[in-house]
């Protein structure tokens, strides 16, 4: 009757509970009706804590020259190795002109990417070896059991109270061949109130030592070393696939490093060219400034009529507005790695400015200094001539791209290798040795063992496991067959068509470079051609221009028109003689990179040293030299005025004086007249309709780390002609320019 009554209790206070917690209560919560409220909480953005300190402190950067009016720059004659050597000191980041170091970061390469993938905690090889580690395994359980029974019989009581400690310690080791290694030590401890016990406590302990070797699937060395021991379908990461992945990483580092030295020349030879262009058009500038007087000096005279006037200040405005165009830029892209070639296809971006900051964001230097970098040598002249066989075998065996190509194949190769073996059935032998031991106590150094009848006396667990009494054994074997092999045979399936997509791509990319090789020896004849003819046109445009001046000079005035053509002419001619120059240099630097030779072209050498983790340089960064405070004795000129009167001219900072009266400084190059320096050179008794004699090089000359400085114009001139080795032929170029300067 009283167990009816807790029920029905029992019965009451569920009912309560559940009736209370069903029941609606106001929450006294209001809702806003306008949803716009909660619309800007959901659209409201939550930032981390995320802030990082700049890197670059923005007062450290000095504003562009084009900002400030102190006066002249100085000027660092740099030559290209030392470019290269400073932006190999200095940069980190594989940087590219294309902003994608802005736009797609991730996309970027480092100097560390080989090692963040030899150091990858799940694909790189020292995650492959830590599967054969050997690994300590430690257990500890401790129970307190307070139950009735219902077997007196079997139990040995009615009611189980019980502590139960049970200890366990391995050590697993797996093998190169698949074998698995245990050594495993055991402890239990049992202290209970069964009646049947022989004591109330008792150890009991054992040592094992167990194997597991695979004998079909997962067995073998080769296996394991492409696979790993714990290896599944598609899931292939051994030490010989972790290593290919780390050198296919160092291949991707390689072409990174290539691309970044090959924007370096061509960030340098853009500079070049923007202070040769400049250079022409300061001088047509100042030809057509010059005429602008004469002309005025002479109104009234023939020929000197005002529409005559005009046209000279025409063409004096419009090369003031080049000469300004040339200084400063354009910020469009410029020349830099695979824009339309590997190496790079010259687009001038025709200014100094531009150019030199570019260059200044390679090399690692402040963007904006107090001097500007201006090349310190001069296009090589040398006649480069490849023999086909011997490149084309280059080419293909050291491109870094073939590299990389090759070793993918291979690690498809060894993919597919490792998959068959998912074809066979798993058959393992086990085996297992145990030494057991047991006692009333766990360790006992006084017990004797046995007592005086000779019986044993189990008091101590460790002497009995020590006495090897008790020992025991196990062999066997374990089965298992998936019926239809239906994921291993599509494992292999899908690695025999990646194998053959690897090699389809491997057989394009050599025909891809064997192409891109031919267009780069054409591309490189072409240029030379090309800086030939225009080297001729040069010099009939600069002694047709001599020849009007002369004659203007001597009160003829009636060849103003062709006088201010010529002038235009020469400086076209002027330029694209040193474009052509410029596309030569550039055409030999492609034809290395087309072949892979442009390591040793550029004299660098690449170390693999994946143990420092390239976490930090091991080597002293050089200071870059301290850029100079400009002279406080240089004043800025004032850009001048727009009227009529040709004296009230006079040149910009940017520009020099009229020609009449060369100025030094400038952001221009040295003062080295083309006329001068390479008819002294390159000396021509007949027009360039002889086949030219080639001088076969495998390479360029050899740059020099410390180049001469340029010689001045008078000292050109002073020069007793010669034709040095490996400079183009005397028999090239046009006799008319000789005698014009001899003059």
């Known amino acids: 009757?009283?167990?009816?009554?807790?029920?029905?209790?029992?019965?009451?206070?569920?009912?309560?509970?559940?009736?209370?917690?069903?029941?609606?209560?106001?929450?006294?919560?209001?809702?806003?009706?306008?949803?716009?409220?909660?619309?800007?909480?959901?659209?409201?953005?939550?930032?981390?804590?995320?802030?990082?300190?700049?890197?670059?402190?923005?007062?450290?950067?000095?504003?562009?020259?084009?900002?400030?009016?102190?006066?002249?720059?100085?000027?660092?004659?740099?030559?290209?190795?030392?470019?290269?050597?400073?932006?190999?000191?200095?940069?980190?980041?594989?940087?590219?002109?294309?902003?994608?170091?802005?736009?797609?970061?991730?996309?970027?390469?480092?100097?560390?990417?080989?090692?963040?993938?030899?150091?990858?905690?799940?694909?790189?090889?020292?995650?492959?070896?830590?599967?054969?580690?050997?690994?300590?395994?430690?257990?500890?359980?401790?129970?307190?059991?307070?139950?009735?029974?219902?077997?007196?019989?079997?139990?040995?009581?009615?009611?189980?109270?019980?502590?139960?400690?049970?200890?366990?310690?391995?050590?697993?080791?797996?093998?190169?061949?698949?074998?698995?290694?245990?050594?495993?030590?055991?402890?239990?401890?049992?202290?209970?109130?069964?009646?049947?016990?022989?004591?109330?406590?008792?150890?009991?302990?054992?040592?094992?030592?167990?194997?597991?070797?695979?004998?079909?699937?997962?067995?073998?060395?080769?296996?394991?070393?492409?696979?790993?021991?714990?290896?599944?379908?598609?899931?292939?990461?051994?030490?010989?696939?972790?290593?290919?992945?780390?050198?296919?990483?160092?291949?991707?580092?390689?072409?990174?490093?290539?691309?970044?030295?090959?924007?370096?020349?061509?960030?340098?030879?853009?500079?070049?060219?923007?202070?040769?262009?400049?250079?022409?058009?300061?001088?047509?500038?100042?030809?057509?400034?010059?005429?602008?007087?004469?002309?005025?000096?002479?109104?009234?005279?023939?020929?000197?009529?005002?529409?005559?006037?005009?046209?000279?200040?025409?063409?004096?405005?419009?090369?003031?507005?080049?000469?300004?165009?040339?200084?400063?830029?354009?910020?469009?892209?410029?020349?830099?790695?695979?824009?339309?070639?590997?190496?790079?296809?010259?687009?001038?971006?025709?200014?100094?400015?531009?150019?030199?900051?570019?260059?200044?964001?390679?090399?690692?230097?402040?963007?904006?200094?107090?001097?500007?970098?201006?090349?310190?040598?001069?296009?090589?002249?040398?006649?480069?001539?490849?023999?086909?066989?011997?490149?084309?075998?280059?080419?293909?065996?050291?491109?870094?791209?073939?590299?990389?190509?090759?070793?993918?194949?291979?690690?498809?190769?060894?993919?597919?290798?490792?998959?068959?073996?998912?074809?066979?059935?798993?058959?393992?032998?086990?085996?297992?040795?145990?030494?057991?031991?047991?006692g009333k106590d766990l360790l006992d150094p006084t017990s004797g063992f046995r007592d005086a009848s000779g019986f044993r006396v189990h008091d101590d667990a460790f002497g009995s496991l020590t006495s090897g009494e008790f020992q025991e054994w196990q062999l066997g074997f374990e089965f298992s067959l998936p019926i239809g092999f239906r994921q291993a045979h599509s494992a292999v399936r899908n690695s025999q068509l990646a194998l053959a997509r690897e090699r389809s791509i491997l057989r394009e990319q050599e025909r891809q470079i064997i192409h891109d090789l031919s267009n780069a020896i054409t591309e490189m004849e072409r240029a030379y051609h090309v800086a030939q003819v225009n080297l001729n046109r040069r010099n009939a445009a600069l002694h047709r221009r001599d020849v009007l001046e002369q004659k203007a000079d001597e009160g003829n005035v009636t060849f103003v028109n062709l006088t201010l053509d010529a002038q235009q002419r020469l400086a076209s001619a002027e330029s694209d003689f040193f474009r052509s120059l410029v596309e030569y240099a550039l055409a030999v630097k492609n034809v290395h990179v087309e072949k892979g030779t442009w390591k040793s072209y550029h004299s660098i050498m690449l170390t693999e040293d994946i143990t420092a983790g390239r976490l930090g340089h091991g080597r002293v960064m050089p200071e870059p030299p301290a850029e100079p405070q400009p002279s406080p004795d240089i004043q800025p000129q004032p850009l001048g005025p727009t009227e009529a009167e040709p004296d009230a001219v006079e040149s910009t900072r940017a520009a020099p004086q009229a020609s009449e009266a060369p100025q030094s400084g400038g952001p221009g190059m040295p003062p080295i007249y083309v006329e001068a320096s390479l008819s002294d050179q390159l000396r021509s008794p007949s027009p360039p309709a002889v086949t030219p004699v080639e001088v076969h090089l495998t390479s360029p000359p050899a740059r020099s780390d410390d180049p001469a400085p340029m010689p001045s114009s008078e000292a050109m001139r002073d020069r007793s002609p010669e034709l040095e080795q490996g400079e183009l032929p005397a028999d090239l170029f046009d006799s008319a320019v000789e005698s014009s300067l001899a003059g």
């Not at 006294?28 to 802030?51: K, P």
């Not at 029974?149 to 189980?160: C, E, P, W």
């Not at 290896?231 to 970044?260: C, H, K, Y």
């Not at 602008?292 to 023939?302: E, F, N, Q, T, V």
Request: glycine share 8%; net charge neutral.
């Open 1 to 438: 009757m009283f167990d009816k009554f807790l029920r029905v209790i029992k019965l009451l206070l569920i009912a309560s509970v559940s009736a209370a917690g069903c029941a609606t209560q106001d929450p006294n919560v209001a809702f806003h009706d306008d949803l716009r409220h909660y619309e800007d909480l959901l659209a409201a953005t939550e930032y981390g804590d995320t802030e990082t300190p700049p890197q670059i402190v923005n007062d450290s950067t000095p504003p562009p020259l084009a900002m400030r009016s102190n006066g002249e720059p100085g000027y660092w004659s740099m030559p290209l190795n030392q470019a290269i050597r400073t932006a190999l000191a200095n940069s980190d980041v594989l940087n590219d002109l294309g902003g994608t170091i802005v736009q797609t970061p991730e996309n970027v390469r480092t100097i560390k990417d080989p090692s963040i993938q030899e150091t990858d905690p799940r694909f790189g090889v020292a995650a492959a070896l830590s599967a054969f580690d050997a690994e300590l395994l430690l257990n500890g359980n401790f129970e307190k059991n307070d139950r009735a029974l219902n077997n007196r019989f079997l139990a040995g009581t009615h009611v189980l109270r019980q502590d139960l400690h049970d200890y366990a310690t391995a050590i697993r080791k797996k093998t190169a061949t698949g074998s698995e290694f245990t050594l495993r030590h055991t402890m239990d401890y049992d202290a209970n109130n069964a009646n049947g016990n022989l004591f109330g406590s008792a150890w009991d302990t054992a040592f094992e030592a167990e194997f597991r070797h695979p004998l079909l699937q997962g067995g073998g060395i080769d296996f394991n070393r492409i696979a790993g021991p714990n290896s599944a379908p598609g899931a292939i990461n051994g030490v010989v696939i972790a290593r290919i992945n780390t050198d296919m990483s160092l291949t991707d580092l390689e072409v990174g490093l290539r691309d970044f030295v090959s924007n370096v020349e061509n960030a340098y030879w853009d500079l070049y060219y923007a202070y040769r262009d400049l250079d022409a058009k300061r001088r047509a500038r100042d030809a057509s400034l010059k005429m602008w007087r004469d002309l005025s000096a002479k109104r009234g005279l023939p020929g000197a009529e005002d529409d005559k006037i005009a046209q000279a200040r025409e063409q004096y405005y419009r090369f003031e507005v080049e000469v300004q165009n040339a200084l400063s830029g354009r910020p469009v892209e410029g020349t830099r790695a695979s824009n339309d070639t590997s190496g790079g296809t010259f687009r001038a971006n025709g200014g100094v400015y531009v150019a030199e900051r570019r260059l200044r964001l390679l090399l690692g230097l402040p963007l904006n200094g107090d001097r500007l970098i201006r090349p310190g040598q001069e296009p090589s002249l040398a006649k480069a001539v490849f023999e086909w066989d011997g490149i084309v075998g280059e080419a293909m065996t050291r491109r870094a791209e073939l590299r990389r190509q090759r070793l993918g194949v291979r690690r498809r190769e060894l993919e597919l290798l490792a998959h068959k073996n998912f074809l066979r059935p798993r058959l393992d032998a086990v085996g297992l040795y145990r030494w057991r031991g047991f």
